[in-house]
């Protein structure tokens, strides 16, 4: 069977190989759709992306951007189209989208439906390719104005012209289009539509045409007519529109922008990508999905824009629907649309394979090759790849890949599905005639991508197939190995040796590999003789002229000019001038380094050192720009003109070129001229040091807004030189500084007065009067000043003075008393331990407020002093401000103190004189509230002055010796009258105990606005003594008598039990009841609580007697049966129940004195009788 009758679909028929957006005849769409294969990869693109916008029509989203990702070829523009057809599902022939592709999903019924679901609701499309329908004037709005356009297009206005859109929209909003139209057609006497593309030149018809149907002035119509911004439009303005077309729709409405080659629009431009950032979110957050945009862009998008990836990053993953088409399954692709066979021709070519599987398997024995290059796993590979081999496919895509980098015109060439298709459908065209046995050879895939290569790669091979043709020492056969070579002459995976060539020259399966060899051998050395190729080992590679493809390759190396410059810095901050700090004197000096516009390290903003090379242009390196530019902290070195940058220019990209190549895998001719290159690159990197030294050298400085002339010194001498005349410039005042403090210890010196001199011989006396001169005009502008505002000023330019120093100088006007120092708000006297970090310390200085010190009057010291000598009856008061203030806060902290330990004695007790005790709190409180200033505070003590001895007169009078030597007795009287409460009736009784009890409740008590007497205090204990007496002759009086009362409960129930043994546990648990009562009337000292046992006791004896009675009475007779009369009933007789009482439990003692404590008693007692009754028939009082 003859190879082209071996397929489904005729071999011969025109495929699109290159898929267009807009290819829109019905005929292209069918075959489209007919033939797209759902590779295994295409179906997980599907799912996701018909998973995503299926959820979109249950929860409104934002995030309805979709990036389609892929190589040249990898098929994102045929993906974008067929979504496309399906989300519109279009109906061509007679069938719609959605139902073609139902075959498509046979073995996935779950993805189909998502897909079938997605199409039920109404749905437009705008496909378009960017590249095609974007203006050629690309500005930050490019991507706005395109889209607009195609928006304005799909409703039927003219988008080319936004103007003329805007103005169709309004007139179709007023309902007025066919007017419009009609009147217009009446004036020009052309339709509307086949003249609006000439708008700008039919201004006599359009403005009274406007005039007639939109009623305007014809003022008004020549304004706008002739108003250039008409045709502008912002992302807000578009997207309401959009919202107000897709509102009118119905909810399952979809919108989608179907954009094809974004990537390669926007390409590196920072404003287009933003635009299209800013425009897709806008729509998201507007839309809520029922709008799409979806976009294809280059998988490898570094290489295509090379600078702002990571911008370009950044903004497309502002699309959460990402997916990326990789063509790994192209092999899939290419046996479903060529390769596909006729069900007679799979069993023939099955019963080949049959025939010659061991043949097969020594036929692609590939030496020293990557694993997956390989023949036939089995007779179904064979037959779905026939007539080609499965390594075809893997190494094809990567010699598209490689002929795209290595070939300028083969930077168009696709290296996925569309040209991987296009070549296997023309190679297997070219052995169409021939019969199962036959195989494409690989060198037949070089005349499908001879038109994209290199004119100087045809030539050689064209130049080949020349002599070839004359019989000049070639033979064909040469020529088609001299076209395989090429092919894999960028490929590692295969090495090009004598058996490798041998198996991919095999054009069929019976060939006979001994003699294949010897023929390909005699091709190699013809080849070799020639020079059309070389040799490394026992590999052979195709050949140019290598030195010049090598130097073309390195001289198109990419090297930026920012990476050029920064080289530069490196070689001067690294290796030519390596300081970092500059010594001049004991202080160091930061400065930023720079070279053009770039900073190496960290920017502090003091001085800058800057170097200009060639890469600056001349006009940024006037002597009046410089100088300018260089006055107030800059030395700018102007580099002389030396050849530095180009050597460096092209070590770099000899280096980066070496990078880039697997140089090991190369042939040894191709070794040695890299490995030169590589020496070369070396001596260009010393020379460029060289050069830039004399350079530095040569140079021009500029210091300070002056031209300096350095004439003597070498690089590093020259820079130093420059830094010094910088310094000495730049920092002014810094010789204010005659001594440098070297620790902490230097500054508490200071506070502490430990250093001292002679009156105006104090060391950085300059510098203190400096500093004390700018809080003085601070304070006069009231502005307030913290010590990081000093720090900052001081280490600044012209001062530069070390932290440490500038810390040293406040403290000398700290310990001068001409400063004043606060920490939140509170004054910090010069002995505080932590003032040294107050002044230094970066997390402190901000926090610490410093100003021009106000100064107590001598009039306010003295009486001051005088005032604090009597109150705190002490002589040594000091005198100096600051020995003052710490004396007043100190004194009165302690103070406060104590009267707060006093009145903390008042919590739990009513003690007298509290508010006497607050009052004195309050006192201190509000002197001690000015501590933040020195003055308000000594003004407060005196304004305070009377009310301070007031209180501490009264305080010492009768509250501050209570709680020295009465408080004990006090309480003590208090709780001893508490205790006796209950029994106060009873005490009445006796008229001295009552007295007694009546005059200690009298002393205690505080009553609040009264005034206390303190010396009563010393009355109360003879008074608890009368009453204790009286009190406990009553206790042994009623214990006595509740004694009385269980001896003869115990005897009445002993009596009950008479000595029968069957009530002996009752009689024990009544012993023992009774045995606890004893214990519990020694214990009790109230007489209330000793009558409180009277009735429990009394009904716990009756319970007892009960019980006992119940076990030892006999067992009731059985009754008689009495006759009784018809209709009554004989009621069984009941034994009454009687209870016996002591009177003494139910009428206690108590004295009565009004009516009313009768009525009370008598109710008391009637209450108690009844509730004795409750338990018994009757009770009966002893």
């Known amino acids: 069977m003859m190879i082209r009758d071996m397929f489904a679909d005729d071999i ?47 929860q409104p989203t934002a995030d309805m951007g979709v990036w389609i990702s892929g190589f040249f070829g990898s098929g994102k523009s045929h993906f974008l189209k067929m979504l496309s057809y399906l989300l519109e599902n279009k109906e061509v022939k007679g069938i719609h989208s959605v139902e073609r592709f139902r075959k498509k999903f046979e073995d996935d019924p779950a993805t189909f439906m998502l897909i079938d679901r997605a199409t039920k609701g109404q749905t437009e499309t705008i496909l378009f390719n960017i590249d095609i329908e974007g203006f050629s004037n690309k500005d930050k709005t490019a991507v706005l104005r395109v889209f607009a356009k195609m928006f304005y297009n799909h409703l039927g206005f003219y988008g080319e012209n936004l103007k003329v859109a805007m103005m169709e929209r309004y007139i179709d909003q007023q309902g007025k289009t066919e007017e419009f139209r009609r009147v217009f057609e009446e004036k020009k006497g052309k339709p509307w539509l086949e003249m609006r593309r000439a708008f700008a030149f039919n201004g006599k018809f359009i403005i009274p045409t406007l ?55 926007v390409g590196t431009d920072t404003d287009m990508l933003l635009n299209l950032q800013s425009l897709t979110e806008k729509i998201g957050s507007e839309c809520e999905g029922k709008i799409w945009v979806i976009c294809t862009g280059q998988e490898a998008i570094d290489e295509i824009i090379k600078v702002r990836a990571d911008e370009f990053s950044r903004i497309q993953a502002r699309f959460k629907t990402r997916l990326s088409l990789s063509s790994s399954s192209v092999d899939e692709v290419i046996q479903k649309r060529i390769l596909k066979k006729k069900p007679e021709a799979t069993t023939d070519l099955e019963a080949v394979y049959e025939q010659n599987d061991s043949v097969l398997r020594n036929l692609f024995s590939f030496s020293g090759s990557i694993l997956d290059i390989k023949g036939y796993s089995g007779p179904r590979e064979f037959t779905e790849n026939f007539p080609f081999v499965p390594y075809q496919f893997i190494i094809m895509q990567k010699v598209f890949a490689e002929i795209r980098k290595h070939g300028n015109s083969g930077k168009h060439l696709s290296g996925g599905e569309r040209s991987m298709l296009s070549g296997f459908q023309e190679a297997a065209q070219k052995i169409q005639e021939k019969d199962e046995y036959a195989l494409v050879p690989f060198f037949r895939f070089y005349d499908t991508v001879h038109t994209f290569l290199d004119g100087s790669i045809r030539r050689v091979i064209e130049r080949c197939q020349k002599a070839a043709d004359n019989g000049d020492g070639i033979e064909q056969q040469d020529v088609d190995v001299l076209k395989l070579l090429y092919l894999i002459r960028y490929i590692d995976d295969i090495p090009s040796n004598l058996d490798n060539i041998v198996i991919l020259m095999a054009d069929d399966i019976r060939v006979d590999k001994i003699i294949m060899r010897e023929a390909v051998r005699g091709c190699l050395d013809r080849l070799m003789s020639q020079n059309y190729i070389g040799r490394t080992g026992d590999t052979y590679n195709f050949l140019t002229d290598e030195e010049q493809d090598i130097q073309r390759e390195i001289r198109d190396t990419n090297v930026d000019t920012a990476s050029i410059v920064e080289r530069i810095a490196q070689m001067i901050y690294g290796d030519i001038f390596t300081t970092k700090k500059f010594r001049y004197g004991k202080y160091d000096f930061a400065f930023d380094q720079m070279v053009d516009g770039i900073t190496v390290g960290v920017a502090t903003g003091g001085m800058r050192l800057r170097f200009l090379t060639v890469a600056t242009d001349a006009i940024e390196k006037t002597d009046y720009r410089l100088m300018a530019e260089s006055k107030g902290n800059e030395a700018i070195v102007v580099l002389a003109d030396t050849p530095y940058y180009e050597s460096l220019e092209s070590a770099m990209k000899i280096r980066k070129y070496v990078k880039q190549r697997n140089v090991s895998q190369l042939p040894k001719t191709v070794q040695k001229i890299i490995s030169d290159q590589q020496d070369e690159a070396g001596k260009y990197e010393l020379s460029a040091m060289s050069e830039l030294q004399n350079a530095i050298e040569g140079a021009q400085f500029y210091v300070d807004g002056e031209h300096l002339e350095i004439r003597a010194g070498n ?26 403090a070297g620790s902490d210890v230097d500054i508490i010196a200071i506070l502490t007065g430990a250093v001292t001199a002679l009156p105006g011989m104090e060391p950085n006396r300059d510098a203190a009067s400096a500093m004390e001169e700018y809080l003085e005009m601070q304070d006069a502008k009231k502005l307030p000043t913290s010590m990081a505002d000093v720090q900052s000023k001081y280490s600044a330019i012209p001062y530069g003075w070390k932290e440490i120093d500038i810390a040293a100088v406040a403290a000398q006007l700290i310990y001068s008393q001409k400063v004043t120092i606060k920490y939140a708000g509170n004054t910090i006297q010069p002995d505080d331990p932590k003032l040294p970090d107050m002044l230094r310390k970066k997390s402190e200085i901000g926090k610490t407020s410093i100003s021009k010190r106000k100064n107590i009057s001598a009039t306010m010291m003295r009486d001051v002093k005088v005032m604090l000598r009597e109150y705190f009856d002490i002589m040594d008061v000091p005198d100096d401000e600051d020995g003052l203030i710490r004396f007043v806060m100190e004194k009165f902290t302690e103070q406060r103190d104590y009267y707060a330990s006093l009145d903390a004695c008042y919590d739990g007790h009513k003690y007298p004189d509290r508010a006497l005790v607050q009052e004195a709190i309050h006192l201190m409180d509000d002197v001690l509230s000015q501590k933040k200033d020195n003055i308000a505070l000594i003004e407060r003590v005196l304004k305070k002055e009377d009310a301070l001895f007031n209180n501490k007169e009264a305080m010492s009078n009768g509250i501050e010796n209570f709680f020295k030597t009465q408080v004990t007795v006090f309480d003590q009287a208090v709780q001893f009258e508490k205790s006796l409460h209950d029994d106060f009736d009873r005490i009445a009784e006796n008229e001295e105990a009552h007295k007694a009890l009546n005059t200690i409740r009298l002393i205690t008590m505080v009553q609040t606005g009264s005034k206390f007497n303190y010396n009563r205090i010393r009355e109360l204990n003879p008074l608890m003594d009368t009453v204790r007496t009286a009190h406990d002759k009553m206790l042994e009086e009623k214990r006595a008598e509740v004694l009385e009362t269980v001896r003869q409960c115990m005897e009445a129930t002993h009596t009950a039990a008479n000595g029968d043994s069957k009530a002996s546990h009752l009689i024990e648990k009544s012993d023992r009841y009774f045995s606890q009562c004893k214990e519990k009337i020694a214990e009790l000292k109230s007489l209330a609580l000793l009558d409180a046992m009277f009735l429990p006791m009394c009904q716990y004896k009756d319970d007892t007697i009960s019980n006992i009675e119940s076990v030892l009475a006999p067992p009731a007779p059985k009754p008689q049966v009495q006759p009784t009369q018809p209709g009554k009933e004989t009621a069984p007789a009941k034994k009454k129940v009687v209870r016996a009482y002591n009177r003494q439990v139910v009428f206690q003692a108590k004295t009565l004195q009004t009516d009313e404590d009768i009525d009370d008693y008598v109710e ?16 009966k009082l002893n």
């Open 12 to 58: 011969n028929r025109k495929i699109n190989g290159v898929i267009k957006v807009d290819q829109a005849a019905d005929d292209v769409i069918e075959q489209e759709l007919n033939e797209y294969v759902i590779t295994r990869e295409l179906k997980k693109h599907f799912i996701t992306f018909f998973n995503y916008y299926g959820d979109a029509f249950d």
């Open 715 to 740: 690089a590093k001498s020259k820079i130093d030189q420059s830094l010094e005349y910088l310094v000495a410039h730049v920092y002014s005042k810094l010789d204010l500084i005659t001594d440098n």
């Open 1164 to 1179: 008391k007692i009637r209450s108690q009788l009844k509730q004795l009754l409750k338990n018994c028939d009757e009770i």
């Open 211 to 265: 005039m007639e149907v939109l009623d305007m002035s014809e003022d008004d119509a020549k304004t706008w007519f002739n108003d250039k911004t008409a045709t502008e439009i912002s992302i807000a303005q578009l997207v309401e529109d959009m919202k107000a077309y897709v509102d009118t729709k119905p909810a399952n409405f979809r919108l989608l922008f179907m954009i094809d080659e974004v990537g390669q629009y």
